[in-house]
C-alpha cells in the first residue's frame, strides 16, 4: 500500500485503502484514523470520505465526533450507505434522534441500500426474524475447511467455551453460577479467551473452572483451529455469536463434531457449522424455527442461566444513599442506550404524563446524557428534572440501586436480557412487550421462568396501561413486589443446580444422538 501511495500519489481514494488496512491490523487504530484524516482532508466534503472518518474515530473510542461527521456525510447525502447505519446507532448512544419517522425511515432506505448491516446492531431497530435472519447471513464466516476432525477420545465428554466475555461482562454475570454447577463426573471443560483481562475477578473464576485454559488472543485463527482440534472437543460452545470481539471463523473451520450457539447472540449466527442454538419454548416458538439456520435445542422453562449464588440486595429504603426521591413513584430503564429509539422514549413519556407524580431513572452507561435527555424530555412536554439520569456502578451496587425501584420499563426489539434477570433478582417487577424476534422475546421467556408472566404485555396500549395502573395502585405493586421477593428462593429463573443439569442433559443428549447416527 506504501508503494501504491508512492506510484499514484497522495490522493483520497489511496490513504482511504490505507486507512481500511491499517484498521484490521492489531494496535493499529491510530494509524488508519491518521490515513483516513488524510483522504478526508484531500477529497474535502465528499460524503463517503467524512463517513468513513467517522468509522475510523468509532473506532478509536470517539464516538461523539464520529456522530457529528456521519451527520455531516449525511447532510450531503442523506442516503450514504457508508454513514446511514452507524449514525442511527450512534443517535441511539447519544440520544440525538429527531422523531420515530426519521429513524423508521433511516431504516428503510438503509435496508433498501443492499450494504450489509451489523447483524447486532440491527436487532434493536426492527423486530423481524426473517429480516435478521437475511442480514446474519452475509456477515458469517465463509473460510471453510474439509480437514477431518479429530474424534474425541471415550470417557467424560470434552465441552470446550469460546468467549472473549470472560471478565465483568453480563455473560460472566450470568454463567458464574453454572460454571459452579456443572458436573465434573460426567464433563471436562477447556476454556479459550479471545481477550483475557486477568485484573477481574471473573478471569480467576474462569481460569480456576477450566480444566484445560487457552489464552488464543495472540493465535491467529489457524492456529487456534489447530488448537481446539488437538484438544479433541466432543462440544465446542460459542458463546459470542455476531458481536464484538467474536471469532467466527473458529467454528466454520469445524473445530469439534457438535458446534452450539449460547447466549452471546440472541438471534441466528447462520454460521453454517453451528449445528445449534440454545432457546426455549418462548424465545423461539416451533413456527418461527425457519429464521434460525441452526438446529433448536430447547431447555424445558428458559434458556438463561442466572447465578443464585450472588448477594440479595437489602431490602431496606436505601434511595438517599443513590440520590433518588423517597415521595416519588419510581419507573426505570436500565438498558443500553442503544436500544432505546424515539418509540421506548415516546411511550415512556406517554406513561410519565398519566402519572404525574413519577420519575424515570435513566442508564446512560459511560456518557453524560443529561442536556439530551432534558431536551427529549420538553420535546414531549415533560419536566426534564422528572429524568434521572444515572451511570456506571459496579454489580453490587447496580443491583442494590435497582432494589430501589419500583417498576422497571422495557425495550420492545431488543428486551432487557441480564438487566430482566437483574430487576427479579432485586425484587423489583419489569413491565415487557413480546415482540416476534428472539431478542424480543427474552423478557417474556424471563418473566414466566420467574413466576410473574402478567408482566408480559401483547400491544403499546396494554404496557401503557399496566405500566400507569400498577403506579397508581399501591397495594398491586407491593403485592407485586413482595410475589417477586418470595419467588427468588423457588422459581426457575434462579434454580440454578436443576438449570444446569437440564443444559448439561440437552447437549449430551444432541451430541450423543448425532454420534449415534455417523458413520463408524
Known sequence: MQRSLAEEGETALSYHYLS?????????????????????????DHPVFLAALGLRLHDAGKDAAALDLLERALAIDPNCPL??????????RFLRWTDEAQEDQGIRTALKSGRLIDPLMLLSFIDDPEVQQAHSQPSAAVARSTDHVPK???GKLRIGYFSSDFCEHATMHLIAGMLKAHDRTRFEFY?????????SRYHTLIRDFADIYHDIS????????????????????DLKGLTTDCRPVLFEHRIAPMQVSFLGFPGTTAIREIDFMIADPITIPAAEERYYNEQILRMPICYQPNDNTR?????????AKYDL?????????????????PREFGVWMNIL???????????????DLSVELARQARRHEIDPSRILPCGIMTQTAHIERLAQVDLCLDCFAYNAHTTASDALWAGVPLLTLCGRQFSARVATSILSAAGVPELSTNSLEGYVDQAVRLAVSPHEINALKHTIRRNRNSCALFDTNTWTRDYEDLLAGAYLRGASNSPA
Open 152 to 154: 474425541a477420545p471415550p
Open 83 to 92: 454513514a446511514l447505519p452507524w449514525a442511527l446507532r450512534l443517535r441511539r
Open 218 to 237: 495472540q493465535i491467529d485463527d489457524a492456529g487456534a483451529v489447530a488448537l481446539a482440534r488437538s484438544d479433541q472437543l466432543n462440544i465446542a460452545v
Open 191 to 199: 476454556v479459550y479467551d479471545f481477550l483475557p483481562q486477568p485484573q
Open 311 to 319: 448477594p440479595v440486595p437489602e431490602a431496606d429504603n436505601l434511595r
Open 353 to 367: 404524563r398519566q402519572v404525574p407524580d413519577a420519575v424515570l431513572l435513566f442508564y446512560t452507561g459511560a456518557h
Open 325 to 341: 426521591p423517597e415521595d416519588k413513584f419510581i419507573f426505570a430503564n436500565f438498558n443500553h442506550p442503544h436500544k432505546v429509539g
Open 20 to 44: 481500511e488496512i491499517l484498521s484490521r491490523l492489531p494496535d493499529r487504530v491510530e494509524d488508519a484514523l491518521q490515513a483516513q484524516q488524510q483522504a478526508a482532508d484531500i477529497a474535502g
